[in-house]
């Protein structure tokens, strides 16, 4: 955790969003934006925008947003730009992704028009079901890396970003095998110059970011950043990194249920979930090398949360299928079922059905907005490298190797939460909750506590910071 807590640099000024694959995701996300600049639309599902914390004891009655807590960049200071292997401009790939309809987005039509992709690094041999028009041209991954940072310098010059802050939102790519390249940033640097086979197309979108200290995070299974070579550079350049794989759909619930699961000590005993998508990334998805990466992402949260080493009783041995069918008529409007098998008391099975219609790229948005602006505000903090503060949002939630990644929600929740407190200098809450019953501890009893501590709007949160036990 940084030291500089208390001196985190102010958000001055235009922060440019860099967002390598501009579909479904991208296009909903900015036309959101865009669209509540007019008062046109919610900002439904953000934390930043919409979730309070609460600080100090409950009697203190201190809960202010998030956004007038922490220093966060504004919604309205943020600039857009980015690559995809479709010279197609948001305007154009919002229709294509069929998320929201035609009306929705007209009133920003002249706006999204005017934001059109960069030429993009492709690689056919780790995203085989689509045929890029879109691409650069270069002799060797190294030459195509330096134009991807020459794209980011005169991005930043066009549009007088005062920082940038780089999200890969583009396909699901397939899995590079592992190879010592991806051990070191010299290994890695001198396989660029090879243009060495086991760099995919988002490693050196990721290198280009991260050389120039710009914070990066990855929406998709890619490794990306999840390589001791990435991480290596991350430190060096002082930059925050996250990733993999936005939680959204399935695996949000599977993290939300499987911890209830556990916190009542109910056995398990098989777990079947099925997709149908229809949208490209349903498309890229039917190559079985594509699905293998997201398969990965989505198999691990089981086994995390549920700890079948501490219960083997209970979760020694469940049986876990994931299953993702492209299915054309269903575009971004994602269908998940989830069949689970549970059993209690004297092992008498139970079931449990979850039929989620939920829609892909709207849960994804707020997602975006979410790290957009935490990955800026960990830059800001002089917070370097993994940034696992920010699980919460990942289906793979990156992490240092020798630990086990943190899959369960509400952990996640809290972990998020108290970073904020504690980059404020905020008591960290953990909700033991012994001392408000304790009289030898002085705190106001019931009656003197009755009345709501006034706030004064300007800083509604700051005070002196008070000793923490972390948990
Ligand atoms: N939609 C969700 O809720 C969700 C959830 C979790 C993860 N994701 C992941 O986020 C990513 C984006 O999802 P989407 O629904 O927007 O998909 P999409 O197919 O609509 O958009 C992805 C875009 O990336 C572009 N692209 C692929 N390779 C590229 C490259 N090398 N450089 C530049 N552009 C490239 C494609 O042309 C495409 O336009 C996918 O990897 C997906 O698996 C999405």
Same mark, same amino acid.
């Given at each position: *955790? ?8 102010? &958000? ?31 900002l439904i599902g953000s934390l930043t925008q919409m979730q309070t914390i609460r600080l100090g004891k409950r009697y203190e009655h201190r809960t202010p947003l998030i956004k007038d807590f922490v220093p966060l ?16 401009? /948001? ?8 998320? !929201? ?19 993009? @690094? ?8 689509? $045929? ?22 005169? %991005? ?26 991806? $051990?070191?940033?010299?290994?890695? +640097?001198?396989?660029l110059r090879e243009s060495h086979s086991a760099i995919p197309p988002s490693m050196i979108y990721a290198y280009a970011a991260l050389k120039l200290g710009i914070p990066y995070g990855n929406g998709a299974p890619?490794?990306? @950043?999840?390589?001791?070579? /990435?991480? +290596? ?8 990194? *996250? ?16 911890? /209830? !699961? ?21 498309? @890229? ?5 594509? %699905? ?40 971004? &409007? ?15 099975? /139970? ?16 997602? @975006? ?5 935490f990955l800026d505000l960990s830059k800001r903090a002089g917070l370097r490298g993994i940034q696992e503060w920010l699980s919460f949002y990942f289906k793979s939630p990156q992490c240092r190797a020798d630990l ?19 980059? *404020?200098? +905020? ?21 003197? &506590? &009755? ?12 005070? $002196? ?7």
């Amino acid at each position: *955790m940084s030291k500089n807590s208390n001196r985190i640099a102010p &958000a001055k000024g235009r922060l440019g969003v860099l967002l390598p694959g501009m579909g479904a995701v991208t296009s909903t996300f900015i036309a959101g934006l865009l669209l509540s600049r007019k008062g046109k639309g919610r900002l439904i599902g953000s934390l930043t925008q919409m979730q309070t914390i609460r600080l100090g004891k409950r009697y203190e009655h201190r809960t202010p947003l998030i956004k007038d807590f922490v220093p966060l960049a504004q919604p309205s200071d943020l600039v857009f730009g980015g690559w995809d292997l479709f010279p197609d401009d /948001m305007y154009e790939a919002a229709l294509k992704a069929k998320v !929201l309809e035609r009306w929705t987005i007209e009133p920003v039509r002249k706006e999204l028009k005017s934001i059109r992709p960069m030429s993009a @690094v492709w690689d056919p041999a780790y995203l085989r079901n689509l $045929k890029a028009t879109h691409v650069k041209k270069g002799r060797t991954k190294w030459d195509l890396a330096q134009k991807l940072i020459a794209d980011i310098r005169g %991005f930043q010059k066009r549009t007088r970003a005062a920082r940038l802050v780089m999200l890969w939102c583009g396909s699901t790519e397939i899995l590079p095998v592992p190879a010592p390249v991806h $051990k070191s940033l010299a290994a890695f +640097e001198k396989g660029l110059r090879e243009s060495h086979s086991a760099i995919p197309p988002s490693m050196i979108y990721a290198y280009a970011a991260l050389k120039l200290g710009i914070p990066y995070g990855n929406g998709a299974p890619n490794l990306s @950043v999840d390589v001791p070579a /990435m991480i +290596e550079l991350a430190e060096n350049t002082g930059t925050p990194i *996250m990733g993999k794989d936005f939680k959204t759909g399935q695996t949000l619930m599977k993290t939300t249920i499987a911890p /209830m !699961l556990k916190a009542r000590m109910l056995a398990l005993r098989g777990w079947y979930s099925t997709n149908i998508l229809g949208n490209r990334d349903g498309e @890229v998805l039917d190559d079985p090398g594509s %699905f293998k990466t997201k398969e990965k992402s989505k198999m691990s949260v089981l086994d995390t949360i549920l700890e079948p080493r501490l219960y083997p009783q209970l979760y020694g041995q469940y049986h876990h299928k994931v299953r993702i069918d492209y299915y054309p008529p269903r575009g971004d &409007a994602k269908e998940g079922w989830d069949n689970i098998d549970i059993t209690g008391w004297l092992d008498m099975p /139970m079931q449990i059905k979850i039929n989620f219609l939920c829609r892909d790229s709207i849960l994804a948005a707020p997602i @975006v907005l979410d790290l957009v602006l935490f990955l800026d505000l960990s830059k800001r903090a002089g917070l370097r490298g993994i940034q696992e503060w920010l699980s919460f949002y990942f289906k793979s939630p990156q992490c240092r190797a020798d630990l086990e990644p943190e899959h369960d929600i509400f952990i996640q929740h809290l972990k998020l939460k108290n970073t904020l407190r504690l980059l *404020m200098e +905020e008591e960290v809450l953990d909700h033991s909750g012994l001392d408000y019953y304790d009289p030898k501890k002085g705190l106001p009893t019931p009656a003197s &506590a &009755a009345k709501p501590l006034p706030m004064s709007p300007k800083s509604p949160t700051r005070r $002196k910071p008070r000793p923490t036990i972390p948990h």
